[in-house]
């Protein structure tokens, strides 16, 4: 029948003829339908004209066919392109915006539904989504080509008569009798691969769409570089992964003699184009399909052209295009629309730090924060794809690695280490790879040892197990554990985390550190590394006073020597402290760590000036009672104000017995956690020593009585001697009326003097006697004598005996031989201590006199 969509009058012509009422729209494009004709013309219009029983003209209602081209005024965009279904219409703006109209039978016009549309719709699915660039219109389906080189469809989903592909995939709207198999909305395809769920990398040129299904047209594409990082001498083998090669898998050969098979693969000439721009570089090296997609070349040296110039000066890196050709140059692949500038490299330099992890104040403020952390993210995997589809090309460092911080990891890992390298500020870091090298040891030295050994342990396992071979075999197989690292932000060099290893066989390695730029091929210098599997078995001492640092030596199990010692120290969360960081100290010769834990005297003082004003607050809240009142509540509060005051009296603020967690750090990021404390003893107060008893076994005589001594009253008043005497081994002891504390590192110190007759007392030497902290009774007063006219005095009453805490050591021996001939030995000066460390003085008295050991004892010591 008639239906004018030749856009003359007559019916049928079986010729070309002019049309008159087409061709002054001056159309540029022009698409037929089964009944109408869409059109766009020179001023990128749209004029339609034919058929319009489903309003395919977009002319805003039905109509009877017109062979007059009409223009679509109603499409507010400049029109690019336009393609007519069976009875639908499509015109795709300038601006990338799509417009539909016509029958929407399977929802092919992409609007969310099945109504039909008289007029122009735009598809707003796709606004700020896709930018379409073309479209084909087919019977009940629509493909579009967006910007992307991708492909989009909605309407009826394509397949053959005879294909066993359900629709059950397909959205349905529930509650409508809608076609199966059919998509309201343009949804996005996605090309077959070579490889099951592989994803396509394919870039679409052109679609063709038919009344059953649709044809797409794809460019052969690099879409990966690996690695994407050679230097400029050339010599690194680079694979590319370009789309649509041809390539034929061998069969399996029969027999030996067979010959070889000529692939497909093999006849092919593959060249390899590697271009750059600025600074220049053209160079044309040959190449060979290996695989699937995958052509393999090796990179040239170009440290003289131009851009090898620039590279080797060390302080930048170029991208290079690779293009690919299998017809020997007569055609090449595309090259890549864009490549990552030098701020989009500095965006992969390191991972991205999560922002997310940080406290929101409000809902508002954390969902901006996500949504700027994940398009951080997003534009930082975008830059690294992109910089994955060149070639970058780079001065690699020939003196390698310099040196390794810090030098040291625990066997769990977790360690961010920096190996220091002369690299470029700028370079691609997805190869970027560190290797940690461990090689077994052949012998420990220690059979006991050696025998729990990985390769000893299974050897011993095994039936009838050859010992020769035994003797010869590591104690552990090789193993090297490569992971990810990063460029540094300061430029000087490498960064990573280094990975957890096993802590039963860490001691049976040694241990290196390689770096590779490029994931293949690592630098020529490696660098000794350390990984320890430390514990602190305790502390010597383990307390000190508040007032005054105390060196403590640590008792490790698991040390190793490295750079770096350094101790934190943990306070309880009560008091709100942050912990501290001291620095540990290495003796080389005796192979001890040791710190001086810090003096807490401001602490001590700011506490007790914060006790003393609260009692000053509480003591000021205390109110006389009003007259006639029965007391009311004033008695408890000056109850509380007299605990308050006890407590403000305590000198220590309150910190007296402060237990703090030591950890210990061998590479100042990794600490322990074996959770072993310090004690903050309260300031120590001493009374005067005391000889408390003479050595086990001595009996002391007493002084006899003179009888021709004169008695009564004019008899002279003995006195007693002005020295108290002790002997080697007596028992010492002096009061601690403060800050006693449990301690296993006590001691008494007492300075040694010797006297020759009325000379000067001359110094002997210092001593520090072990001592230990004994709860003794109250020595009772010496009575006076009794009185033999008096009464006799009453039986004493029973009563609760006192008790003190006593430091008590035992008097040291000294030669007779060592001392100066007709001199004397004296003890004077003496002092306490808790720790061994920190002594604080007793109160002055006489000196004590030592018997040195006699000539015949030290004959039956020696």
């Known amino acids: 029948a008639f239906q004018g969509e030749t856009g003359l009058f007559s019916a049928v012509e079986a010729v070309p003829r002019f049309a008159p009422a087409v061709t002054p729209f001056r159309v540029t494009e022009i698409s037929c339908g089964h009944g109408h004709v869409l059109a766009r013309t020179e001023g990128q219009q749209v004029i339609s004209w034919g058929e319009n029983t489903c309003g395919q003209l977009g002319l805003g209602q039905k109509c009877k066919p017109t062979y007059k081209p009409q223009v679509l005024d109603s499409i507010p965009s400049q029109i690019g392109m336009v393609s007519a279904g069976w009875a639908h219409s499509v015109a795709v703006g300038t601006d990338g915006r799509v417009y539909t109209w016509g029958l929407n039978s399977h929802g092919q016009l992409g609007l969310g539904d099945t109504a039909t549309r008289m007029a122009p719709h735009l598809v707003h699915e796709l606004v700020n989504v896709h930018q379409v660039e073309s479209v084909q219109a087919a019977k009940t389906f629509t493909v579009f080509r967006t910007s992307a080189k991708r492909a989009l469809l909605c309407g009826q989903v394509p397949c053959s008569p005879n294909s066993q592909v359900s629709h059950e995939f397909v959205p349905r709207r529930p509650g409508e009798k809608d076609p199966t198999g059919c998509l309201l909305s343009p949804v996005a395809l996605n090309i077959a691969t070579s490889t099951p769920l592989g994803k396509s990398y394919s870039e679409l040129s052109d679609i063709a769409a038919f009344d059953k299904g649709a044809l797409a047209f794809a460019t052969s594409t690099v879409h990966r570089v690996e690695p994407n990082l050679a230097p400029s001498h050339g010599g690194t083998v680079v694979r590319a992964f370009v789309t649509g090669l041809p390539f034929e898998r061998p069969r399996r050969k029969k027999s030996a003699n067979e010959t070889a098979e000529v692939l497909i693969q093999d006849t092919i000439p593959v060249m390899v184009r590697l271009k750059g721009t600025a600074p220049n570089l053209d160079v044309v090296v040959p190449g060979k399909i290996v695989d699937v997609d995958t052509v393999e070349f090796i990179t040239p040296d170009v440290a003289q052209s131009p851009l090898g110039c620039v590279v080797e000066q060390g302080t930048t890196t170029a991208a290079v295009q690779l293009r690919i050709s299998i017809d020997g140059g007569f055609t090449w692949t595309p090259d890549r629309t864009s490549a990552p500038t030098a701020a989009d490299l500095d965006m992969t330099a390191r991972p991205m730090e999560k922002t997310s992890a940080k406290k929101k104040s409000n809902m508002q403020t954390g969902l901006k924060h996500f949504k700027g952390e994940f398009?951080?993210?997003?534009?930082?995997?975008?830059?690294?794809?992109?910089?994955?589809?060149?070639?970058?090309?780079?001065?690699?460092?020939?003196?390698?690695?310099?040196?390794?911080?810090?030098?040291?990891?625990?066997?769990?890992?977790?360690?961010?280490?920096?190996?220091?390298?002369?690299?470029?500020?700028?370079?691609?870091?997805?190869?970027?790879?560190?290797?940690?090298?461990?090689?077994?040891?052949?012998?420990?030295?220690?059979?006991?040892?050696?025998?729990?050994?990985?390769?000893?342990?299974?050897?011993?396992?095994?039936?009838?197990?050859?010992?020769?071979?035994?003797?010869?075999?590591?104690?552990?197989?090789?193993?090297?554990?490569?992971?990810?690292?990063?460029?540094?932000?300061?430029?000087?060099?490498?960064?990573?985390?280094?990975?957890?290893?096993?802590?039963?066989?860490?001691?049976?390695?040694?241990?290196?550190?390689?770096?590779?730029?490029?994931?293949?091929?690592?630098?020529?210098?490696?660098?000794?590394?350390?990984?320890?599997?430390?514990?602190?078995?305790?502390?010597?001492?383990?307390?000190?006073?508040?007032?005054?640092?105390?060196?403590?030596?640590?008792?490790?199990?698991?040390?190793?020597?490295?750079?770096?010692?350094?101790?934190?120290?943990?306070?309880?969360?009560?008091?709100?402290?942050?912990?501290?960081?001291?620095?540990?100290?290495?003796?080389?010769?005796?192979?001890?760590?040791?710190?001086?834990?810090?003096?807490?005297?401001?602490?001590?003082?700011?506490?007790?000036?914060?006790?003393?004003?609260?009692?000053?607050?509480?003591?000021?809240?205390?109110?006389?009672?009003?007259?006639?009142?029965?007391?009311?509540?004033?008695?408890?509060?000056?109850?509380?104000?007299?605990?308050?005051?006890?407590?403000?009296?305590?000198?220590?603020?309150?910190?007296?017995?402060?237990?703090?967690?030591?950890?210990?750090?061998?590479?100042?990021?990794?600490?322990?956690?074996?959770?072993?404390?310090?004690?903050?003893?309260?300031?120590?107060?001493?009374?005067?020593?005391?000889?408390?008893?003479?050595?086990?076994?001595?009996?002391?005589?007493?002084?006899?009585?003179?009888?021709?001594?004169?008695?009564?009253?004019?008899?002279?008043?003995?006195?007693?001697?002005?020295?108290?005497?002790?002997?080697?081994?007596?028992?010492?002891?002096?009061?601690?009326?403060?800050?006693?504390?449990?301690?296993?590192?006590?001691?008494?110190?007492?300075?040694?003097?010797?006297?020759?007759?009325?000379?000067?007392?001359?110094?002997?030497?210092?001593?520090?006697?072990?001592?230990?902290?004994?709860l003794l009774p109250v020595r009772a007063p010496t009575p006076p004598p009794p009185d033999p006219k008096a009464p006799a005095p009453p039986p004493p009453v029973a009563e609760d005996q006192q008790m003190r805490d006593m430091l008590v050591a035992f008097a040291p021996g000294v030669r007779f031989e060592d001392l100066p001939e007709g001199a004397a030995l004296f003890m004077r000066a003496f002092q306490v201590s808790l720790n061994g460390k920190c002594f604080v003085a007793c109160p002055e008295l006489p000196p004590v006199k030592l018997e040195p050991l006699p000539k015949e004892a030290v004959a039956q010591e020696g």
């Open 375 to 774: 398009e951080a993210t997003r534009h930082a995997q975008k830059c690294a794809d992109l910089g994955s589809m060149v070639l970058w090309i780079t001065r690699w460092p020939s003196d390698g690695l310099a040196h390794v911080e810090p030098c040291a990891t625990p066997v769990g890992g977790g360690t961010e280490i920096l190996l220091h390298c002369n690299l470029p500020s700028r370079m691609p870091t997805e190869r970027l790879t560190v290797k940690f090298v461990c090689t077994p040891l052949l012998s420990w030295g220690d059979p006991a040892l050696e025998a729990t050994a990985p390769l000893r342990r299974e050897v011993n396992d095994m039936i009838l197990p050859n010992h020769d071979m035994l003797a010869t075999m590591p104690l552990a197989m090789p193993l090297e554990v490569p992971v990810c690292g990063w460029l540094d932000l300061g430029g000087r060099g490498v960064r990573c985390i280094t990975p957890p290893l096993d802590a039963e066989s860490v001691k049976f390695y040694t241990y290196s550190i390689e770096l590779s730029l490029d994931g293949r091929a690592f630098l020529p210098r490696a660098l000794p590394f350390a990984v320890f599997d430390l514990k602190v078995k305790g502390l010597e001492p383990n307390l000190g006073p508040l007032n005054d640092g105390t060196e403590v030596f640590i008792r490790t199990d698991g040390f190793v020597q490295t750079d770096i010692q350094r101790v934190r120290l943990d306070f309880p969360k009560d008091l709100g402290w942050p912990s501290k960081l001291v620095p540990a100290a290495y003796d080389h010769t005796t192979g001890d760590v040791s710190f001086v834990m810090p003096d807490l005297s401001a602490e001590v003082r700011q506490r007790a000036d914060e006790d003393r004003a609260m009692v000053a607050a509480l003591a000021s809240q205390v109110v006389e009672p009003e007259v006639g009142a029965d007391g009311g509540d004033a008695p408890a509060a000056a109850a509380d104000a007299e605990v308050a005051a006890a407590t403000a009296a305590d000198p220590d603020g309150g910190l007296g017995g402060l237990e703090v967690f030591v950890e210990l750090s061998l590479n100042g990021q990794n600490f322990t956690e074996d959770r072993i404390h310090f004690t903050y003893h309260s300031q120590l107060v001493a009374g005067a020593l005391e000889v408390m008893a003479p050595p086990e076994g001595v009996v002391i005589e007493q002084p006899k009585e003179d009888p021709k001594a004169k008695k009564g009253k004019g008899a002279a008043v003995e006195e007693p001697p002005a020295v108290v005497q002790a002997m080697a081994g007596s028992k010492l002891g002096a009061e601690l009326r403060a800050g006693a504390a449990e301690t296993a590192f006590a001691a008494i110190r007492a300075e040694l003097v010797t006297k020759v007759g009325d000379e000067e007392p001359q110094p002997f030497k210092v001593v520090d006697m072990p001592a230990t902290l004994e």
